[in-house]
């Protein structure tokens, strides 16, 4: 009988097999490594961004819902604080006959009560948060929010005028038909301290603006909104520019490196 030839590998063929398969392996155990190692990373910025994201959109929507011209920026050794003046109701008034100071309002499609609340006169051109003067005394807005307020209210019958009563006179603007009037009783303050940021409520309101550490300290008057925040995060006014700008920077510590997530916004101030 013919010999039987048999085949196989030899050593050294499965030595080069063994090498290749090892170097392939290596390369993609490195390959999915880096892709988690990528993954995670972006999350861990997401996430962080994420929540500057968040505080920003907090701030901007009390601006939007506060009378834009009391908001300012106090930077002290504690803090930097932004505060403002939240409206709590609007209304539209008519014009007075008499160009001299009165304790009497006339407001239309006024539908809450805003007795022991602070009047702010405004236009009825432009938006509603961006037309406030400043008082025609040339005070500040916040010494004329402390010192009067709305004593008495009275529905006229059949009609949508409701008449107001002040505590004291005021100088009543006159537009073409009627202008506009917001309400107001207490301030918001957001204040960066160290590296948290916090918001304040419920607070006694001062003409000069105070800082963190006049502030109320236990909660739900002190909130935190966001902590682990850099020293290069800001708050500031550029009153030229009519201004607002906001900076916020925090870090995102990685397996291998340290990153900043900074996110910046402005918002325009302008009460023309």
């Not at 300012?72 to 007075?96: D, G």
Request: proline share 5%.
């Amino acid at each position: 009988m013919p010999a039987v030839k048999q085949q196989g590998f030899t050593l050294i063929e499965l030595i080069v097999v063994i090498v290749i398969t090892g170097i392939i392996a290596v390369t993609s155990t490195q390959f999915i490594v880096n892709t988690a190692k990528g993954f995670s990373a972006t999350s861990m910025r997401d996430k962080r961004a994420n929540t500057l994201r968040i505080s920003l959109a907090k701030i901007e929507h009390q601006l939007h819902n506060s009378i834009k011209n009391s908001v300012r920026v106090r930077k002290s050794k504690h803090s930097q604080c932004i505060e403002m003046l939240p409206i709590s109701a609007s209304a539209f008034y008519l014009p007075n006959k008499s160009s001299r100071p009165s304790r009497q309002i006339k407001t239309i499609s006024l539908n809450t009560n805003v007795i022991g609340k602070s009047p702010v006169l405004g236009s009825v051109a432009g938006s509603l948060a961006n037309t406030i003067k400043q008082p025609p005394n040339k005070q500040s807005l916040y010494y004329s929010v402390l010192n009067n307020s709305v004593l008495a209210q009275r529905k006229i019958l059949q009609s949508p005028v409701t008449e107001l009563e002040l505590a004291k006179p005021i100088a009543i603007q006159t537009p073409a038909k009627q202008g506009l009037v917001h309400f107001t009783s207490s301030a918001v303050s957001y204040c960066l301290e160290k590296d948290s940021l916090y918001r304040y409520t419920n607070y006694a309101m001062k003409e000069k603006q105070p800082d963190s550490a006049s502030l109320p300290n236990k909660e739900p008057q002190r909130v935190l909104l966001n902590q682990n925040l850099l020293p290069a995060s800001f708050f500031s006014i550029d009153k030229k520019a009519k201004l607002l700008k906001i900076n916020l920077v925090s870090e995102v510590n990685l397996a291998e490196a340290t990153e900043e997530v900074m996110l910046h916004q402005q918002w325009w101030l302008s009460d023309e």
